[in-house]
Each structure stands twice: as structure tokens, then as C-alpha cells.
């Protein structure tokens, strides 16, 4: 944890973050979209650093969805290169920070070579105390349910499980999620009110923040201005006011 903990009030425990408007931001500099994908990157870079000085525990970004495969080959491309330089050159600054690095997803639709890399950036930062930073890669959250039910219904089949006994902690055990718990915080930059298959289950009773920024433009100080937005909300699961810790 850092010396410049800004903020003093509960600070959510997981902030999950849908990183749009890389494209936009490139396009309106007149440069090509992946140029966005780039300097994205080092909005990266400045989240996960402010995320673990702030005290946050667990940061989940979105960084490839399933559908983006549908992109132009060159724009995957560029992202798959990205993503394996990242996973390259970020690993000194992951353990200076103490950051343990997770991904979900269905991560044997990456190329080989960055699925060895994943690999060993997770077993690199194992033992890191700090902020558990995931990657969500070729992620879809449908898929994700669709390989929960499987798992779900194979033990079943193996009588390891009564189906009349599932229930919500069996569903969240059997995601990509399940050693996470649910993000208290939803962030979408670039103004778009969408959540993109992102997280659905887990996301139930998040409270959601959408920032107008681009996220090449989203800064350390609109991240704080998200946690102090979150800490401004009240949180009711359902309940009322009066009963809301009970
Ligand atoms: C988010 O930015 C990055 C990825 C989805 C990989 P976009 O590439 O979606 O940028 P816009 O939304 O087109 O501006
Ligand atoms: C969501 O952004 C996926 C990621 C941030 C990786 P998209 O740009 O792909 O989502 P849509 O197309 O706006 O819904
Ligand atoms: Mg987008």
C-alpha cells in the first residue's frame, strides 16, 4: 500500500472496470484505433497502482471479450501483441506494486505462446500480499454460466451432487470468479450505459459508475472520483434503510 491514500471512508473491496473508448479516443485524434489500444495501456498502468495504494483488494479489468474476435484481423492482432508485451514488461511493475495477476475467460482461445505467458505471470506473482489484479480475457458471461451449468450438471451425473441442492454459492463456485467476491463497484468509461456481457451474475447488486472519458483519458483522479461517488451511495441489498446491516 502507498503513502498517499487519499480517501479515509469504506473503500469497495472489488472494483471492476469495463475499459471502453480506446477506438474513439484514436479517431478523434485522427490516428488509428489501435494507437487507442496503446496508450490504454498506460491507463492500466495508473489504475492498478492507484487501486492498491487506495486499499482495494480486488481490481477486475476487462480487456477482450469474447465477441471482439469478431474485430478486423489486424485490430486482434495488434491487441494480442499488446497483450503479450504487456505481459512481458509489466511483471517488475506488478511486484513493486505487490499485485497478484489473475485471468478469466476462456483463456484456450488465446494464442499458445500468451497462454504460457499468463502462466507464468500468475505463478510469477503468486505469493504477492497486495491487490489481486484479473485480466478478463475472451471472456463472455454467458459463456461463463454455460460452463458453470456444465460443471454443475456433470457432477450430478457423477452423484456427487443432488441437483436439489444447488444454490447461489454452488452457481458462484462453479464460475471463472469463484475465488473472487462480487465487485461492490462497476465502472464503464466512455459514457456508454451497457454492461457488454461482462460479469452478469456477479455484477447483481454493484453499483454501477460510467464515466464520459475515453479510458486513454481516464486519470487517477477520475478513479478516486469514482470511489468517492461509490462511498456517497447508500447500499440496500433489497432491505431498507432501517435494516440494511441486519
Ligand atoms: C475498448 O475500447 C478496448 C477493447 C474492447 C479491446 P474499444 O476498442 O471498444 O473502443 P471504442 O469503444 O470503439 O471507442
Ligand atoms: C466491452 O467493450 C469489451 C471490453 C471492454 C473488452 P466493447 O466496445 O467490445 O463493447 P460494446 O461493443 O460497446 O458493447
Ligand atoms: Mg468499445
Partial sequence: MGNDREILNEI?????IIMDGNGRWAKQRGMPRIMGHQKGVDTIREIVRTASDQGVRYLTLYAFSKENWNR????????????????????????????????????EDLPGQIQEKIRKTV?????????????????????EMIDAIKKLCEKVVRNELNYSEINE??????????????????????????????LLWQISYAEIYVSPKFWPDFTKEDFLEALKDYQRRERRFGRTERCKSV
Fill in 12 to 16: 469497495p473491496k472489488h472494483v471492476a
Fill in 123 to 143: 505463478e510469477d506473482t503468486k505469493n504477492e500480499p497486495g491487490l489481486l489484479l484479473t485480466l478478463a480475457l475472451s471472456y463472455s458471461s454467458r459463456v
Fill in 169 to 198: 454459492d454452488c452457481v458462484s463456485r462453479a464460475l471463472y470468479t469463484a475465488n473472487l467476491p462480487d465487485p461492490d463497484l462497476l465502472i464503464r468509461t466512455s459514457g456508454e450505459m451497457r454492461v457488454s456481457n461482462f
Fill in 72 to 107: 478486423p484481423k489486424d485490430e486482434v492482432g495488434f491487441l494480442m501483441n499488446l497483450l503479450s508485451q504487456y505481459l512481458d514488461l509489466e511483471i517488475k511493475e506488478l511486484r513493486k506494486n505487490r499485485v497478484r495477476f489473475n485471468v478469466i475467460g476462456r483463456i
